[in-house]
Structures are given as structure tokens and as C-alpha cells.
């Protein structure tokens, strides 16, 4: 079989190299790596281009900068493997139990697609500080209505959100249309993937760590980028119509499925309030409040606290507990910078 390795690139000159590597190192006998330089400002197009001379089976597309999905959709369209993969720029892979997973999918023509396990590299000053390991709570080929069951833990374990911990058959994404939403600029990666699995019959998960993601320092970045969005739930809506086909009846299956709408809400207030003053707070709790009203869904213990600070509109203490959350992370960041910790961290860039 023919992969398709598909890696938007923009402003990554210090790891381009790296991943393509890693790449060449699967052992494939046929593959493409496809690089899309979308208008990087720094030497990652020159980059491509080198890579390219060196490597006939690398392939590099220059275009005016569109965003990540539109240069991920630039690569699926005109790829030609039997399967696809969407990689960043300035990530990791473990080449031969990426070999491995391959072999098992050739094996096998009963699946349109496989997840796989990842794990986020916290950096500081090009060291590790903190490596965490998720890996999928499901193992093996898995029918449809097995993995909504389980829906809710393969999103707690990030088995869902990212799009770089998943192998795509391409006729399956083609038959079905699967590109990605060019209009969204945040959790893109988790729409696309919910609609690919919505669309699929059977998925492989392979538990083991294979992806190495490079998790910036940078905590309010995504709370900067949803200051761009009016209000949190016009983004949980296009996440639930992505879902909504996996929803054949209720109970269970739709408990799982509205505790992961949940927790993403959740998760998308802490980031926007983290950046967000007193009014805007106070907006985000009353769009909170407006989309939990009528709903039935059992808030777990650990998120409860948090829930009810929204419900009941109590903005300082969230302005207070979004200070504490700050200067614990600037502790964070001496306690990285003391010799102690680094002896006792190491001085690791890559693996």
C-alpha cells in the first residue's frame, strides 16, 4: 500500500527536518510526504524545497497563507496514497511502531481508519519538563456501536480531539467528503475527527504511544483566538451537529455523548476567561447558563465546582481562581530555570 503523509508548514525551520526524518524511517517501500508551505515568513519554504531535491517521493506545495485546514485539504486533494496522514511540522513519531500499525492495516480491509496512542512534551527552554502519555482506552478493531459507548473516555483520554494520532483510508474520505472546515480556527481537529468516525463502521485502536506532540508554553494563546468567537456555545454547537448522527437513542449513549459536550465547554470558558476581563466574564457565564439550561446532564465531581461558578454568575471568584492558576504557573516557570530541576528533568530536546 502507498501513504500519503500530508504536513502543513508554517514557520517551523528549526523541526521541519526532524519529522521528515522521522518519516523516512517508517521502512515504506511506497509513500508520499506532501509539505505545504503555508506562507511561512521564515526559511521552512527554502527548507521544503531542499527536502524535496533530496527525496523524490517529497512533494512541496508553496501558496499565500490560508490556515492549517486549508492546507491540510490542499494535501488530501492531491494525494495518492491508500492512506493518509495529517502530521505537524514540529512534532514526533515513533517510525517503527508506526511501521507496525501499517502492517496491521494492510492486513485488513475492513477499517476506515486507526487511532492511535499520543503523548504531549511540555518544553522550556528546549527541554522537557513533563512528557503525558494518553493512550486509547479501546484496543483493537472496535464496531460502532461499541466505541459510542465509550465515547466520552476516548475524548478524556484525547483519543478524538487531535487529527495527527489518526491513519485515514483515502477512498473512505473521499466517498464520504470528509475535508476539513476551513471557517474554524479552533478545535477544527476535533469536528473533523468526530465526523470521520461518525461516517465509519470500524476503527482501529492501537494503544500504543506512536505521536509526540510539542506542547507550547504559551497557556493563553487558545483563550486569545476564542476571544474571536462571540460566544463559546456558537462553537460547542458545530461540535454537537458534528456529532449529532451518533446519536441513534437515548440514555446511555447520549449521556456520553452530552458529558463530552461538557467538558468542552468547560474547558473552552477556563481558556476564555483567562484572558477575558469582568464583563466579558460575565458573558461567558450567562452563554454558559443559556446552553446548560434544559439539559440532563450529570456534571462529573471534578468539574461541579467550576460549573456552578458559571450557573451562578460568581465572577470574581473565577477572576480569583484564574490568579491563582497564573501564579502557580509562574512558579512553574522558576522552579524550570533552577539547576535542581534540570538535573533531576535531564536535558532532553528529542527523543
Same mark, same amino acid.
Not at 290 to 294: E, S
Given at each position: 500500500m502507498?501513504v500519503s503523509?500530508?504536513i502543513p508548514?508554517?514557520n517551523?525551520?528549526?523541526y521541519l527536518r526532524?519529522?521528515?526524518?522521522?518519516i523516512e524511517n517508517v521502512?515504506?517501500?511506497?509513500?508520499?510526504?506532501?509539505?505545504i508551505?503555508?506562507?511561512?515568513?521564515?526559511n521552512?519554504?527554502g527548507?521544503?524545497?531542499?527536502?524535496?531535491?533530496?527525496? &523524490?517521493?517529497?512533494?512541496c506545495i /508553496?501558496?499565500k497563507?490560508?490556515?492549517v485546514s +486549508? &492546507?491540510?485539504?490542499?494535501?488530501?486533494t492531491?494525494?495518492s496514497g !491508500?492512506?493518509?496522514?495529517?502530521? @505537524?511540522a514540529?512534532d @514526533?513519531?515513533?517510525s517503527?511502531k508506526l511501521?507496525r500499525?501499517l502492517?496491521?492495516?494492510?492486513?485488513?480491509?475492513a477499517v476506515d481508519?486507526?487511532?492511535? %496512542?499520543? +503523548?504531549?512534551? =511540555?518544553?522550556h527552554?528546549e527541554?522537557?519538563? #513533563?512528557?503525558?502519555?494518553?493512550?486509547?482506552p479501546?484496543?483493537?478493531?472496535?464496531?460502532k !456501536?461499541?466505541?459510542?459507548?465509550?465515547?466520552?473516555?476516548? =475524548?478524556?483520554e484525547?483519543s478524538?480531539?487531535?487529527i495527527w494520532?489518526?491513519?485515514?483510508?483515502r !477512498?473512505f474520505?473521499?466517498e464520504?467528503?470528509l475535508?476539513?472546515?476551513e471557517?474554524m480556527f479552533?478545535?477544527e @481537529?476535533?469536528?473533523y475527527?468526530? #465526523?470521520?468516525?461518525?461516517?465509519?463502521?470500524?476503527?482501529l485502536?492501537?494503544?500504543?504511544?506512536i505521536?509526540y506532540y510539542?506542547?507550547?508554553?504559551d497557556?493563553?494563546?487558545? %483563550?486569545?483566538?476564542?476571544?474571536?468567537?462571540?460566544?463559546?456555545?456558537?462553537?460547542?454547537?458545530?461540535?454537537?451537529? +458534528?456529532v449529532?448522527?451518533?446519536?441513534?437513542?437515548s440514555? &446511555?449513549?447520549?449521556?456520553?455523548?452530552?458529558?463530552?459536550?461538557?467538558?468542552?465547554?468547560?474547558v473552552?470558558?477556563r481558556?476564555?476567561?483567562?484572558?477575558?476581563?469582568?464583563k466579558q466574564i460575565r458573558?461567558i457565564? !450567562?452563554?454558559?447558563a &443559556?446552553?446548560?439550561? %434544559?439539559r440532563n446532564i450529570?456534571?462529573?465531581?471534578?468539574?461541579q465546582?467550576y +460549573?456552578?461558578?458559571?450557573q451562578?454568575r460568581?465572577?470574581?471568584?473565577l477572576?480569583?481562581?484564574?490568579?491563582?492558576?497564573r501564579? #502557580? /504557573?509562574?512558579?512553574a516557570?522558576?522552579l524550570?530555570?533552577t539547576r535542581i530541576y534540570?538535573?533531576?528533568r535531564?536535558?532532553?530536546?528529542?527523543?
Open positions: 502507498k503523509f500530508i508548514v508554517y517551523c525551520e528549526q526532524h519529522i521528515v526524518c522521522k521502512r515504506l517501500t511506497d509513500y508520499e510526504i506532501i509539505l508551505d503555508d506562507g511561512s515568513t521564515d521552512s519554504g527548507i521544503c524545497d531542499e527536502l524535496a531535491k533530496l527525496n &523524490a517521493n517529497i512533494l /508553496h501558496q497563507n490560508q490556515g +486549508a &492546507a491540510r485539504n490542499k494535501g488530501l492531491i494525494s !491508500d492512506y493518509v496522514c495529517f502530521f @505537524d514540529d @514526533d513519531i515513533e517503527e511501521y500499525l502492517y496491521k492495516l494492510e492486513a485488513t480491509d481508519m486507526a487511532v492511535f %496512542g499520543l +503523548a504531549f512534551l =511540555y518544553y527552554n527541554k522537557i519538563y #513533563r512528557k503525558e502519555e494518553q493512550n486509547t479501546l484496543q483493537g478493531i472496535i464496531e !456501536d461499541i466505541w459510542i459507548q465509550n465515547i466520552y473516555n476516548l =475524548y478524556a484525547n478524538i480531539s487531535p494520532n489518526k491513519v485515514f483510508r !477512498d474520505l473521499m464520504h467528503g475535508y476539513l472546515r471557517d479552533l478545535y @481537529d476535533l469536528e475527527s468526530i #465526523r470521520c468516525m461518525a461516517s465509519s463502521n470500524k476503527i485502536f492501537e494503544p500504543e504511544i505521536y510539542r506542547q507550547s508554553e497557556e493563553g494563546n487558545a %483563550g486569545r483566538r476564542l476571544k474571536r468567537i462571540n460566544r463559546i456555545s456558537e462553537l460547542v454547537v458545530r461540535i454537537e451537529t +458534528a449529532a448522527p451518533l446519536i441513534t437513542k440514555g &446511555a449513549e447520549l449521556q456520553e455523548i452530552e458529558e463530552l459536550l461538557l467538558s468542552l465547554y468547560l473552552l470558558a481558556e476564555k476567561i483567562a484572558v477575558s476581563d469582568a458573558q457565564c !450567562d452563554d454558559f &443559556a446552553w446548560y439550561r %434544559g450529570e456534571i462529573p465531581v471534578e468539574n465546582n +460549573a456552578e461558578l458559571l451562578n460568581k465572577v470574581w471568584r477572576i480569583l481562581k484564574r490568579k491563582y492558576i501564579i #502557580r /504557573h509562574k512558579i516557570v522558576v524550570k530555570n534540570q538535573k533531576l535531564g536535558n532532553t530536546k528529542w527523543m
